[in-house]
């Protein structure tokens, strides 16, 4: 009797939480922001210089004005996105030597992407600070978002391979993207300016042929692509 009453007591405590994981209301993501960025890829070997296991951003994103900069720090690039411009650059820097290309943007801003179907999963200790968990479920790949309790800052995505679902799910990671010194607002206008080492200014910048651009940067998986 008393084991039957236990679990009635936790089947009542499980469907109590489940309700509550669905009435969750999803967070929004920022729309302008400063932060720092790490990409971790797990399945890439750490005693090779090239590809780099461990990306590290600077980023000024501002959906409202249109533009956008990325500071590379582990390759010493800059990538500026001027939409309100329609234009965009790329910095790059080989032992002392700065070169920079530019070239038309054809395309509107993405707006950052919440994924409709991606489930809440309850709250988790990450990066030391509390997080509101949600799951996005493609079956053979699952994806799980961050945010700090109770707000809109975003700490981390985890992007995972499931390797078997019974008798337990178990994933393998594959990329990490950890969100830190989140600086909420409008990023300064200075922010997206050309970098000092680029002498002469965005005019001695070299055309990309026919315009073709520089492939996005997806600083947070597919949700944050500029």
Known sequence: MVFRVVLLVCIFQFLAGAR????????????????KVNITA???????????????LDVHFDYENKRFRAEFRHTKRTAIRRYDQKKEFL???????TQCRTSKLKDAMPAPEWPSKA?????????GQMCDHWREDFGTQQVDLFFKEGTNVPVRVQVETVETEKPVRLT?????????????GAPAASKFNMPKDVKGGEETCERQPNDIGFPYVH???YYYRV
Not at 20 to 35: D, I, L, T
Not at 91 to 97: A, G, K, L, N, P
Not at 119 to 127: A, C, D, F, I, Q
Request: hydrophobic residues 35%.
């Open 42 to 56: 797990h399945n890439v070997d750490k005693t090779k210089d090239y590809p780099p296991w461990l990306k590290r």
């Open 172 to 184: 393998s990671p594959d990329v990490t993207y950890d969100m830190f010194d989140f600086k909420a």
């Open 119 to 127: 489930t809440y999963e309850g709250s988790e200790m990450v990066l």
């Open 219 to 221: 600083f947070f998986h």
């Open 20 to 35: 509550v994981a669905e009435a969750k209301p999803a967070p929004q993501w920022p729309s302008q922001f400063s932060a």
């Open 91 to 97: 910095i790059t820097r080989v032992d002392e030597i």
